[in-house]
């Protein structure tokens, strides 16, 4: 389920955003015997580097992830974290870090 939640996700982003970076990490693990995680959502951190953000302010960043999922936010998503830079802003990539194609 989490691989295909997983997918989803990148799908939806994919598709609204464009994003030259894209991350997603499942961090629902951490919150077992939460009340969302019982209820099967899952808590997510995303790190978005997309040309689209330039310009904008970090609120109209979240918004944008926000509208992407919005299908999948309180049922499939319980809890979700953003980074969302633009390609100028984004901090070097990490070597285990996974970059979109």
Do not use: C, W
């Not at 997603?24 to 959502?41: E, F, K």
């Not at 904008?56 to 992830?65: G, S």
């Amino acid at each position: 389920m989490t691989t295909e939640r997983i997918a989803r996700i990148r799908e939806r982003l994919d598709k609204a955003i464009a994003p030259e970076r894209l991350e997603i990490q499942d961090d629902s693990h951490l919150h077992v015997g939460h009340a969302g995680a019982r209820g099967g959502a899952g808590h997510y951190t995303v790190h978005v580097t997309a040309a689209t953000f330039s310009g904008k302010p970090p609120l109209e960043r979240h918004r944008m992830i926000y509208a992407a999922l919005q299908d999948m936010m309180h049922t499939e998503i319980h809890a979700l974290s953003i980074r969302a830079d633009s390609p100028d802003e984004s901090p070097p990539r990490h070597d285990n870090a996974r970059t979109h194609s």
